[in-house]
T-cell receptor, first 115, second 110 residues
Framework: KAGVTQTPRYLIKTRGQQVTLSCSPISGHRSVSWYQQTPGQGLQFLFEYFSETQRNKGNFPGRFSGRQFSNSRSEMNVSTLELGDSALYLC??????????????FGAGTRLSVL | GQSLEQPSEVTAVEGAIVQINCTYQTSGFYGLSWYQQHDGGAPTFLSYNALDGLEETGRFSSFLSRSDSYGYLLLQELQMKDSASYFCAVRGDSNYQLIWGAGTKLIIKP
C-alpha cells in the first residue's frame, strides 16, 4: 500500500499570501488529520476530517481551514499568511473507525516558510 | 485544561536502557500512544496502551497506570538509530481528539 502523500514538500510564501496544501491518505482510510509542528514543539492539532465532514477542530484562527473530498483526499488552506505560520505541516491518515486506538500514519510533511 | 507532561530531553548510553515518562491530565481517557520522530522525518507509531500494564514490542515496551494518569516508554539495548524525539499522545473525551505531549528528545552517546 502506498503511504500518505503530501504535496508540495516545500513552499516559500510572503506575508499576506494564501497557501493550499494537499494530502492523499492511505487507500481505504477515511480520516485525515492535520497538524502544525514548529521547531522543538510538539504537534499542534489543526483539524480532523472523516468522510468529508470536519469531526474535530483545534484551537487555531479561522485563517486555517480545510476540506476533504469524496476520495478522502484532503486540502488545508491558510489565508493571509503571517510570519508565525512558518512550520512543518503534517497530515495523518487513519481508518477512522476505531476512535479509541486510531493509529495515525503520517506523511512526510510540507515545510512552509513565510517571508 | 488538557495536558501531557514529558521530559524535554533524556540522555543515555548505547546499549543501556532508558525510560521516558508521560503524565497526563485529560477529560476522559481512551488510550495512551507513543510515536517516534527522527529529525526531518515524520512521526511513526510505536505502541498503544488502553489498559493498565506493560505492552512489549521487541526492544520497546510501554506501560500504563490509569489510576496514576501515568505511562512510560522503555527502550532496551539502545542503538544509535534510536536517537529521535518521542511523543506520547492521549485520546480523551473531546470528540476523541488526540492530545500530544511536547516530545522528549533522546540523545544516545556511544
Amino acid at each position: 500500500k502506498a503511504g500518505v502523500t503530501q504535496t508540495p514538500r516545500y513552499l516559500i510564501k510572503t506575508r499576506g499570501q494564501q497557501v493550499t496544501l494537499s494530502c492523499s491518505p492511505i487507500s481505504g482510510h477515511r480520516s485525515v488529520s492535520w497538524y502544525q509542528q514548529t521547531p522543538g514543539q510538539g504537534l499542534q492539532f489543526l483539524f480532523e476530517y472523516f468522510s468529508e465532514t470536519q469531526r474535530n477542530k483545534g484551537n487555531f484562527p479561522g485563517r486555517f481551514s480545510g476540506r476533504q473530498f469524496s476520495n478522502s483526499r484532503s486540502e488545508m488552506n491558510v489565508s493571509t499568511l503571517e510570519l508565525g505560520d512558518s512550520a512543518l505541516y503534517l497530515c495523518a491518515s487513519s481508518p477512522g473507525t476505531d476512535l479509541a486506538k486510531n493509529i495515525q500514519y503520517f506523511g512526510a510533511g510540507t515545510r512552509l516558510s513565510v517571508l | 485544561g488538557q495536558s501531557l507532561e514529558q521530559p524535554s530531553e533524556v540522555t543515555a548510553v548505547e546499549g543501556a536502557i532508558v525510560q521516558i515518562n508521560c503524565t497526563y491530565q485529560t477529560s476522559g481517557f481512551y488510550g495512551l500512544s507513543w510515536y517516534q520522530q527522527h529529525d526531518g522525518g515524520a512521526p511513526t507509531f510505536l505502541s498503544y496502551n488502553a489498559l493498565d500494564g506493560l505492552e512489549e514490542t521487541g526492544r520497546f515496551s510501554s506501560f500504563l497506570s490509569r489510576s496514576d494518569s501515568y505511562g512510560y516508554l522503555l527502550l532496551q539495548e539502545l542503538q544509535m538509530k534510536d536517537s529521535a524525539s518521542y511523543f506520547c499522545a492521549v485520546r480523551g473525551d473531546s470528540n476523541y481528539q488526540l492530545i500530544w505531549g511536547a516530545g522528549t528528545k533522546l540523545i544516545i552517546k556511544p
